[in-house]
């Protein structure tokens, strides 16, 4: 959630707009696109007791489910006593009012157990039975309304992920060889019809007299014809066509593209299953805290016309209706013009009808919703995985939501003030704070927060919350017309002072190839930690070493402070000797004068020296030079000389290092240089890049 910073150590955490309120949770709500929550909703629970409700199928009055772990088919009974506008129960709350999953209310029951650790995909035959398929293995199987299970059909293939009736045939997409089987409707003469040359037929849909497959690892969209190799209706950026949907006049195909780019939405589903592949032993059971892979997800539609004319969708534009980073989209659910998307994070289902127009109306407990169907003028249905389940979307209108925003971190224990929520109808308010990200038993009881009207919406305050540094908040939508359109706290962080981690000066900058000396302006440098990020001020003062307090001299002018962390000082200005530098940081600028808090530390002792050393008359004994040289300031750095004006050269320390304010200091004349009156030049360095310089004349 967007967070901004105050003056004084307030802060604000804002929840107004779809991004930031879809980060959120619902139970009966749906996030409008245009960043309103409304009642909308209910979702009512059937348990199912293996790890993975994979697929969805409609059947009369009820649902059937096929199931992962045990390949298990079971039947859902919709819930209908509760008619709109009448109020539900509101869904269970566990210890401390963390979140647990809704009452379960719906009648589940067993209808068959197959061979096989997937139900991968279920059609209704004509005359009411049902056709199921199993992974691993291309195995089709028959079940009656009574639950009994004979053979279908036995396909080449490792996986079915799609059945569709169509025409007075059955169809089966299937991997890893990316075909698509016909067989008439009692399992007879299976063909291929279409060979994508790609490794899985993920999706299959009837559009007027046509079949349109998507297919992965291209996300390429094809139509089905005479021709085995179809016709190519349209190539997407993305590694799958995971799932396909008419809404109105408008073909709406969802694109997954994932980081890994071997992986792919089925492949996630091996890694629920805690299996490398869906063609080995049975599996284990739910993988845990395995998180999903790092996918994005997509959901483009095109025009086809009054008539679904397909052959627009190799020429009109495609439009961009959703686009979703960190999870993928794995099944789709028309809804009149609108679609219902099925996707990978939190459980959650989008009704989406538009480029612009995308809610979020249901959040489960699960991890992944993997399917999605729908009664005949009944409720729609979402099978979830990562937590086997079965919800029941009530169509009616909840009487009663509640939306909770993503829990808050205030990176600190803080106080906590005024909240601030707009929006019409009946509100209601609670919070609760505690010290981890998820609510434990650790946190604190909810606390009902009493609202009043305020010209900037409705008020309440947070005073009441112990300092803690995780705060959630849980708005109810208490009437049908009862909306949210934002949500604002203020809070202020428990202040931690600066850090100062060094404070360092810059030594001189010269080389020994150098002829003049080095800038008397040097970098005093420190490092700091803000710690809670709050903007700082810094006060660099000077003093002699060891000296009183009293004796500090501010270095910037008019002892003004500065918000970087380096400011220039003239040594020039100084007197020679040895020093120290302290800076105070404060973080006055966030919290105030009287609430800020400050830190500081000394620097090093440091020589100031800007006398130049002195050397003695040079003197010469055969071809040898030597010359004594002196500095007051600190030791003599090197000596070079030059003869007749020639290159400088370097000359040595007598003892062999150069590291005494005296030093004896010789080189060696040229064994090439004439007899006679020469001149030379002797210039000597000390520590601080002073030079000294002194010419003679000698004879050789």
Not at 349 to 370: K, M
Not at 452 to 468: C, M, V
Request: with cysteine; hydrophobic share 35%; proline share 6%.
């Amino acid at each position: 959630m967007p967070t901004s910073a105050l003056a004084g150590g307030t802060r604000t955490l804002k929840v107004s707009d779809y991004a930031s309120l879809d980060r959120g949770e619902t139970q009966g709500a749906a996030i409008e696109s245009d960043g309103t929550v409304t009642v909308g909703y209910l979702p009512q629970r059937g348990e199912v007791k293996q790890t993975t409700a994979f697929s969805c199928v409609a059947d009369g009055k009820s649902v059937l489910i096929g199931t992962a772990d045990e390949a298990s088919i079971l039947r859902v009974y919709p819930n209908l006593s509760n008619k709109a506008g009448k109020k539900t129960k509101p869904s269970k709350r566990g210890k401390k009012g963390q979140k647990v999953s809704p009452e379960a209310t719906l009648k589940v029951e067993k209808v068959a157990a197959l061979d096989g650790v997937l139900v991968s995909a279920m059609v209704k035959l004509p005359g009411g039975a049902l056709v199921a398929a199993t992974v691993p293995g291309g195995k089709l199987v028959k079940v009656s309304k009574k639950g009994k299970v004979s053979d279908f059909a036995t396909l080449p293939a490792e996986q079915i992920w799609s059945l569709v009736v169509h025409k007075g045939k059955l169809y089966a997409a299937t991997g890893p060889k990316g075909e698509l089987y016909s067989m008439s409707l009692d399992g007879k003469s299976p063909k291929v019809v279409f060979d994508a040359n790609e490794k899985d037929i993920l999706s299959v849909l009837p559009v007027g007299d046509d079949l349109v497959v998507g297919v992965s690892p291209q996300a390429n969209l094809y139509r089905v014809t005479d021709d085995v190799e179809g016709e190519l209706l349209h190539s997407f950026s993305g590694d799958e066509v995971r799932a396909l949907a008419i809404a109105g006049n408008k073909l709406v195909v969802a694109i997954n593209t994932f980081e890994d780019r071997k992986l792919g939405s089925l492949d996630a589903l091996s890694k629920t299953l805690q299996r490398t592949s869906l063609t080995g032993t049975m599996p284990t059971g739910m993988a845990g805290n395995e998180r999903p892979p790092s996918a994005h997800g997509e959901l483009h539609a095109v025009d086809l016309g009054p008539k679904l004319d397909l052959a627009r969708s190799t020429e009109a534009p495609w439009e961009q209706w959703l686009d979703r980073t960190d999870q993928y989209f794995t099944s789709l659910l028309s809804q009149g013009k609108s679609v219902m998307v099925g996707t990978s994070q939190s459980g959650k289902v989008y009704r989406v009808s538009g480029p612009r127009s995308a809610a979020t109306v249901a959040d489960f407990d699960e991890r992944q919703t993997t399917a999605l169907c729908q009664l005949p003028k009944g409720p729609a249905f979402a099978a979830t995985a990562h937590g086997a389940a079965v919800y029941q979307l009530r169509a009616a209108s909840a009487s009663q939501a509640k939306y909770r925003p993503k829990v808050h971190d205030a990176i600190h224990p803080s106080k906590w003030g005024a909240v601030v929520l707009r929006g019409s109808g009946k509100i209601s308010l609670r919070a609760r704070v505690g010290p981890t990200d998820k609510p434990d038993d650790r946190w604190s009881d909810w606390v009902n927060i009493t609202l009043s009207s305020g010209k900037d919406g409705r008020r309440g305050s947070l005073a009441k919350l112990a300092k803690r540094r995780y705060v959630e908040l849980e708005v109810g939508l208490n009437t049908a017309d009862s909306t949210l359109r934002s949500l604002e706290a203020f809070y202020a962080p428990e202040n931690l002072a600066p850090l100062l981690t060094q404070v360092s000066i810059d030594d001189p900058k010269f080389k020994k190839s150098d002829v003049s000396e080095p800038s008397s302006s040097v970098k005093i440098k420190w490092k700091v930690d803000a710690r809670d990020d709050d903007d700082l001020l810094y006060d660099v003062r000077i003093r002699p070493e060891g000296g009183s307090s009293g004796e500090w001299i501010a270095v910037t002018k008019d002892g003004e402070p500065v918000t970087g962390t380096e400011v220039s000082l003239d040594l020039s200005t100084v007197p020679d000797g040895v020093y120290e530098v302290g800076v105070r940081a404060s973080d006055e600028p966030a919290n105030g004068s009287a609430a800020a808090r400050t830190d500081e530390l000394v620097s090093d002792p440091f020589v100031v020296d800007r006398q130049r050393p002195s050397v003695g008359t040079p003197t010469v004994k055969g071809e040898r030079v030597t010359a004594i040289a002196t500095d007051d300031g600190g030791y003599i750095h090197d000596a070079s000389y030059s003869v007749d004006g020639g290159r400088f050269r370097t000359a040595s320390a007598q003892d062999g290092v150069f590291d005494s304010p005296k030093e004896v200091v010789e080189f060696n004349l040229p064994d090439d240089l004439r007899p006679g009156a020469h001149r030379v030049v002797l210039r000597v360095r000390d520590a601080s890049g002073n030079l000294a310089t002194i010419p003679v004349v000698i004879k050789k």
